[in-house]
Each structure stands twice: as C-alpha cells, then as structure tokens.
C-alpha cells in the first residue's frame, strides 16, 4: 500500500502559539487530501478536504482562521493550528487519496497535540 | 450529506470465534463505496475491506467479509477466526464520488480474548 507520512507525531505548545503539522505522500500525488480531529475514544471528525493548488474545503463548524489548510503540492499538505488553546489539544490525522470517491484513502500515523 | 451510524460501542470476542459488527449509512448519492477501518492501539488507519454499492456481491477479504444490504443500508463486518491481533476499533465509514469524502461512523471497540 501507498504510505502517507505525517510530522511530527506529537508537539506540545504554550497557549497563543502556532503550531504546523505535515502530511506527505511519499509514493503517490495524492489528488485529494482529508484532515481529521479524533478526541480520546471517539471517531474521526472530518474538517477540512484540500486540493492541490485551491482553498480547502471547510465542514461546518470548522473555524477556517483557526485551522489554516495549504496543500502546496500533490504530496504535502499543512495544517496550521494558529493561536492555540488547550481545547485545541486533539489528536489529527491526515489522509491522502490518488484518485476520486471509492479508492483507499491512506492515512498517516496521526499527531497528538497538546497545548499548555 | 452522508451518515454512518455504528450502534455497537463495545464487542469482545473469543480467540478462533466469529464476530461480526454492525454498521448503517445514510446517503442521497447513488455512485458511492462503503469501508471498514482497523484502528489498533497504535492509532494507525488501515483498511480492512472496501465495497462499491453497484456491486451486489459481498466483498472478503481473507478472514474478513461483509454483508451488504443496499435497500437496508446496511453494512456489516464479519471476522471469522478472530485473532488477538484483531483487538482494535473498526470504524465504517462511506463516501461517494460526488463529494469524495469519507465520513465515519462512532466506532466499535472489538477486544479479542484468548
């Protein structure tokens, strides 16, 4: 399977800092990249989809400014947590397809973050 | 707008028994996939099975098969000859070519016992 490569695995940071987490496609262009949200013992909250070269997509709910999303190029996307608060602390986790709809999306091993 | 709903919080299971977990969806879309996830304790997603709901027949994969029941909007997991291996939480979760998103159920928790 392909692999999708996430940095790092876990940070923490003070309150009102900005923190970037790294999601790569290390052996495939993924034409669609997937963010998630996973709270202890929960599912995976979708928040945001992202195409190479255009805004991401946003689920509602989701504070845009909050969680800037750039997906430079067909094998990396961002995220950005600006201006973090505890609430913030989660565990996200990114996934990456090749192709539209019904193909496998592959997922990276997820970054747990703490804010302090 | 998609849903998947898994009723089923917690299961366990004997080592060598079957299994099988239970999931439903939702969905305006006609073109769409449905799949089940294994996420072990070390936190890592990995598909289990895929299904296209234009096919009618069940998909398996190994040890794993799922029955899907299109009009019902049902799809379960079954895993036969469960193994310490399989502990884990298994999330459904559908998404269709239209929206290309792949939105989860709430997740069951499976605990496999020797």
């Known amino acids: 399977g392909a692999v999708v490569s996430q940095h790092p695995s876990w940070v923490i940071c003070k309150s009102g800092t900005s923190v970037k987490i790294e999601c790569r496609s290390l052996d495939f262009q993924a034409t669609t990249m997937f963010w998630y949200r996973q709270f202890p013992k929960q599912s995976l909250m979708l928040m945001a989809t992202?195409?190479?070269?255009?805004?991401?997509?946003?689920e509602q709910g989701v504070e845009k400014d909050k969680f800037l999303i750039n997906h430079a190029s067909l094998t990396l996307s961002t995220l950005t947590v600006t201006s973090a608060h505890p609430e913030d602390s989660s565990f996200y986790i990114c996934?990456?397809?090749?192709?539209?709809?019904?193909?496998?999306?592959?997922f990276g091993q997820g970054t747990r973050l703490t804010v302090v | 707008a998609q849903t998947v709903t898994q009723s089923q919080p917690e299961m366990s299971v004997q080592e060598a028994e079957t299994v099988t977990l239970s999931c439903t969806y939702d969905t305006s879309e006609s073109n769409y996939y449905l799949f089940w996830y294994k996420q072990p304790p070390s936190r890592q997603m990995i598909l289990v099975i895929r299904?296209?709901?234009?096919?009618?027949q069940n998909a398996t994969e190994n040890r794993f098969s799922v029955n899907f029941q299109k009009a019902a909007k049902s799809f379960s997991l079954k895993i036969s000859d469960s193994q310490l291996g399989d502990t884990a939480m298994y999330f459904c979760a559908c998404s269709s070519y239209n929206t290309d998103k792949l939105i989860f159920g709430t997740g069951t928790r499976l605990q496999v016992f020797p």
């Open positions: 299904q296209e709901a234009y096919k009618q």
């Open positions: 996934s990456a397809r090749r192709d539209r709809g019904g193909t496998e999306a592959f």
């Open positions: 992202s195409n190479e070269g255009s805004k991401a997509t946003y």
